[in-house]
């Protein structure tokens, strides 16, 4: 094994050969179980059986694993063909040669400057824009724009048309995004369940409080046939305030969870797999160890099963499957989540059925291991037989010990700034350490993202009275200095605004997460209708709860110092997280365990309503 982590705590493994997605991920051990019988007449399981849903395709040697692409979530989900365009009012020719030609023939003119708009002015003519080109046909604007013959043109839901364009709350200087609003969405945020008002809409759409904003607001609702007022008969804003992600546009919730996947990828699944096994070794008797491997085998089915019922639920995600989604279980969730909190759950099933695949490989290596030994037919041998597990080595220094600048400087406050996911101005507290971290690897901000992801405007003077602020507190950055990391969504948050957007997805999955039908759903695929189906299943999900549990509390040992939450003592091996904690901002580490724990409950609740009797 090559070393997963430099001298400084990074991660230096190569994540093509355990990648966190992989359309085609196949598994080695699979062949040898997939044939168990059950001796006859044995009312008791003496050795695991697969389900035999499970048995339908036979299994291939596991092929080296891809890097994560946010294109292709899962394996199940279809390759699109991308659209290819042969230029702006441009004659589709039979043959490439043509268009070469006419885009060589084609007059090209020169730019030119326009003056600067005045305040306001740009928006107003956004919109107009979008008023007129909206009342064409489409078929007008299809003329106007020739397709090669293998592109695909999205199919829009029923009113469908933008609203309007609303500049992304998660943008720093040089990443600014700007995401498009639809009717439908609008419809969905004033109507059940969140019955979003007038005075809430607006700030969302990112309108001043300015006289005449609210009549032009309402003059567009009315344009498009939309009622501006809300029904909130049965709404209690005290019993269901608005929370951090009532503040997220749909697209933009898209896009944050699929920054996560991506910074997903600097979770080692193999060291906290590792963890676990030595963690199950010192726990279980040498007699028990086999049922553990064969245990942790039937639990990965498990997280197969789930993750199928969510793949089947989603269609592939919120833009492809929207309506599928509204459809399923999940309609409730996801709407106030505003399709978050589904692009989550797709996130972290694939991600815990990986974990389940790495924990039981590392089981049967060590199984494998001590049968091979000389003295493998005495089993209290194990107690002393040392297991050969390569963890990531402690880096030198004191990163997996409470930073003494960090945890004397987390009182001491840097700048109280304006929430981005709020609607009411809430306000939260920078502290000395958080920038002490945000400037340290593995972001290394320089000075004009740090700026912008303070809200300070970018000007000269901003900019020295940042420098000069830091300098005060014996923070120095280099003048020129790069940063450090690719810049996301995340970049903008701060570590309280993101440990607030944790809690209130894991509080959103207590109150609307279906657990009952995911249950239902799992235990009608295990299809268990004999004794030994049934004992079968119950092992199956009794198991992947069980390794949920362990894998909560594991989480829970290697958490890290965010915003003002310092641990007492730190983990030695805290610093596998240290990555996925630093560049979420302890977004990434909270939402894990949230997500490990409500699979825990599916999966017992799954065990628990199974049948004590055949069918």
């Known amino acids: 094994m090559y070393p997963m982590f430099n001298n400084d705590g990074q991660p230096i493994m190569d994540n093509a050969a355990m990648a966190f997605m992989s359309p085609g991920m196949q598994y080695p051990w699979f062949p040898p179980y997939a044939g168990m019988t059950m001796p006859p007449g044995t009312p008791q399981q003496q050795q695991y059986q697969m389900p035999q849903i499970y048995q339908q395709q036979p299994m291939i040697e596991r092929k080296p694993l891809q890097q994560l692409d946010n294109n292709q979530m899962h394996q199940m989900q279809p390759q699109q063909p991308q659209p290819t365009f042969t230029g702006q009012c441009m004659p589709a020719g039979p043959s490439q040669n043509s268009l070469l030609s006419a885009m060589t023939d084609a007059e090209i003119t020169p730019p030119t400057k326009k003056a600067p708009a005045k305040r306001g002015q740009k928006r107003k003519q956004v919109e107009d824009q979008q008023e007129d080109g909206q009342q064409e046909t489409s078929s007008a604007s299809l003329g106007a724009l020739a397709v090669s013959a293998n592109a695909t043109i999205p199919q829009f839901p029923v009113n469908n048309e933008v609203f309007c364009r609303v500049a992304g709350r998660l943008c720093v200087v040089g990443a600014q ?51 501006g007022e809300a029904d909130t008969r049965n709404v209690s804003r005290k019993q269901r305030p608005l929370l951090t992600f009532s503040c997220f546009m749909e697209e933009e919730a898209v896009n944050f969870a699929a920054d996560h996947r991506e910074l997903a990828n600097n979770l080692s699944l193999e060291a906290l797999a590792r963890l676990l096994v030595l963690q199950t070794l010192q726990l279980v008797s040498p007699m028990e160890f086999p049922s553990r491997v064969e245990q942790a085998k039937a639990a990965f089915f498990a997280t197969e099963s789930l993750k199928a019922i969510v793949e089947q639920w989603t269609d592939g995600g919120w833009t492809s499957g929207m309506e599928t989604i509204l459809a399923s279980p999940l309609k409730e969730f996801a709407l106030y989540t505003h399709a978050l909190g589904v692009e989550e759950l797709r996130t972290m099933a694939v991600l815990y059925s990986k974990f389940v695949f790495c924990f039981a490989q590392e089981l049967e290596n060590q199984y494998a291991r001590f049968c091979a030994h000389p003295h493998a037919g005495h089993f209290m041998q194990m107690n002393t037989f040392p297991p050969d597990l390569e963890l990531p080595a402690i880096p030198p220094g004191h990163l997996h010990e409470p930073d003494l600048e960090e945890e004397s400087a987390v009182s001491h406050s840097f700048e109280t700034i304006n929430g981005r996911l709020t609607l009411q101005n809430k306000k939260y507290n920078v502290t000395v350490g958080e920038v002490y971290r945000r400037v340290r690897a593995p972001e290394s901000l320089n000075l004009s993202i740090l700026g912008s992801q303070l809200r300070k405007g970018k000007s000269k003077d901003n900019c020295n009275s940042l420098r000069d602020l830091l300098k005060s507190h014996g923070i120095n950055i280099d003048q020129g200095r790069r940063k450090g990391a690719k810049i996301t969504a995340f970049t903008a948050l701060t570590e309280g605004e993101a440990l607030e957007l944790a809690e209130d997805m894991n509080s959103e999955m207590s109150r609307t997460f279906p657990i009952n039908s995911l249950c239902d759903d799992l235990i009608a695929r295990a299809n268990a209708r004999t004794l030994p189906e049934i004992v079968n299943a119950k092992t199956m999900f009794s198991s992947a709860g069980h390794i949920a549990g362990l894998l909560s509390g594991q989480l829970f040992k290697l958490r890290l110092p965010v915003a003002e939450r310092i641990p007492h003592t730190i983990n030695a091996h805290a ?26 409950t599916i999966f017992d609740g799954a065990a628990a309503s199974l049948p004590m009797s055949p069918m």
């Open 575 to 600: 610093h596998i997280m240290q990555s996925y904690s630093l560049l979420t901002h302890g977004y990434g580490p909270d939402a894990l365990i949230s997500w490990v724990n409500k699979f825990q």
């Open 177 to 227: 995004k700007t995401y498009h609003v639809t009717v439908d969405e609008i419809v969905r945020r004033i109507k059940q369940p969140e019955c979003m008002n007038r005075s809430h809409l607006g700030p969302l759409l990112k309108r001043g409080k300015v006289k005449g904003c609210g009549d032009d607001l309402l003059e567009m609702l009315a344009k498009r046939g939309v009622s």
